[in-house]
């Protein structure tokens, strides 16, 4: 699996930006794509996902409202659509993948927490100036 993120940059707040995920490598019928984002001295926090397989979403708190996770028809390609955005958005944003998609996004749906997927794109930056 191979995750290329692009769509990072520097908005205002209150500003939107959507970040692109192009995965390869999808043999599956199921995955779990997410999107996590790290900032240099604190813990990385897994901000949404969607299941391949059956649709099935997560979103973070912090997310929740603002974010919206999505495909295109193909499959082949993720989006965040990230919406009045923050100056605490600021981070590396990754684009990350892992198997059985549906159980992985419904037991994180219950424990309200990603776990660590195992295939990872190399991050794009996203900055909100206040």
């Known amino acids: 699996v191979q995750l290329v993120e692009s769509g990072g940059g520097l908005v205002q707040a209150g500003g939107s930006l959507r970040l692109s995920c192009a995965a390869s490598g999808l043999t599956l019928d199921d995955y779990a794509i997410g999107w996590f984002r790290q900032v240099p001295g604190k813990r990385r926090e897994g901000v949404s996902a969607?299941?391949?397989?059956?649709?099935?979403?997560y979103y973070s708190d912090s997310a929740k409202g603002r974010f919206t996770i999505s495909s295109d028809n193909a499959g082949n390609t993720f989006y965040l659509q990230m919406e009045n955005l923050k100056p605490e958005d600021t981070a590396v944003y990754y684009c990350?993948?892992?198997?059985?998609?549906?159980?992985?996004?419904?037991?994180?749906?219950?424990?309200?927490?990603?776990?660590?997927?195992?295939?990872w794109g190399q991050g794009t930056q996203v900055t909100v100036s206040s």
């Open positions: 990350a993948a892992d198997v059985l998609g549906g159980v992985l996004i419904r037991t994180a749906q219950q424990m309200g927490v990603l776990p660590a997927f195992n295939y």
């Open positions: 969607i299941s391949t397989g059956d649709g099935t979403t």
